[in-house]
């Protein structure tokens, strides 16, 4: 169940409220059932998955990206795997927990686990979304925003792409003044 914590403390669990405050955003957030298949509820179960067992969970969940294909063109998807077991795992997430944008929209289908997402609103105020199991995330491209992992330190996701550039972050070296502030 998503959660929004704005920057004066403020935490929201209702996805009525959570999405009014996201409202100037255009963010999409949306609940995307993993199913009942017993072989992919058991993959999900383990801490790594190598890249055979990644493919399983992506074709397994192949319905979604057939209907982002169809509707807005996207052309790929992986599945990103952290756990604590993961060597250098502070190290991996420091390019995450900057302010950055990407010139595609940002999309994320968390399928396992869960992790933080950071926005700077337009008016400049700056929240943090908790994204949980079956929740589905559209960030619109530019958006500023970062991304860290909660003391769990666990989370899967299918991160899906409309161009074929993968991962692309531009930095915009602004703070994250609401993380500092409530670390
Ligand atoms: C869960 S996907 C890893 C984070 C990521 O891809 C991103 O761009 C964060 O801002
Ligand atoms: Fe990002
Ligand atoms: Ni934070």
Redesign the pocket.
């Known amino acids: 169940m998503a959660i929004l914590k704005l920057e004066d403390d403020t935490i929201l669990t209702d996805i009525n409220d959570i999405s009014q405050e996201l409202a100037p955003l255009n963010i999409q957030l949306n609940r995307w059932a993993v199913g009942n298949d017993s072989q992919l509820r058991s993959l999900l179960a383990q801490d790594s998955l190598d890249e055979d067992k990644k493919e399983q969970v992506l074709k397994a969940l192949d319905g979604y990206f057939n209907q982002l294909q169809q509707i807005a063109g996207y052309q790929s998807r992986d599945l ?1 795997v ?1 756990h604590p077991r993961v060597p250098n795992l502070d190290e991996l997430m420091v390019k ?1 927990d900057q302010i ?1 944008t ?1 010139a595609d929209d ?1 999309v ?1 289908y ?1 399928i396992d686990g869960e ?1 933080i ?1 950071g926005f700077v609103r337009p008016d400049g105020s700056q929240v943090e979304l908790t994204v949980q199991k079956e929740e589905y995330i559209n ?1 619109p491209a530019g958006t500023e ?3 860290h992992l909660t003391p769990a330190r666990r ?1 899967k ?1 299918v ?1 899906y792409f409309i161009s074929t550039e993968g ?1 692309v ?1 531009q930095y915009t070296d602004k703070e994250i003044r609401l993380h500092r502030a409530l670390a």
Do not use: D, K, Y
């Open positions: 990103i952290l995450f950055h990407h940002e994320r968390v992790a997402f960030v925003h970062w991304f989370i996701a991160r991962w972050p």
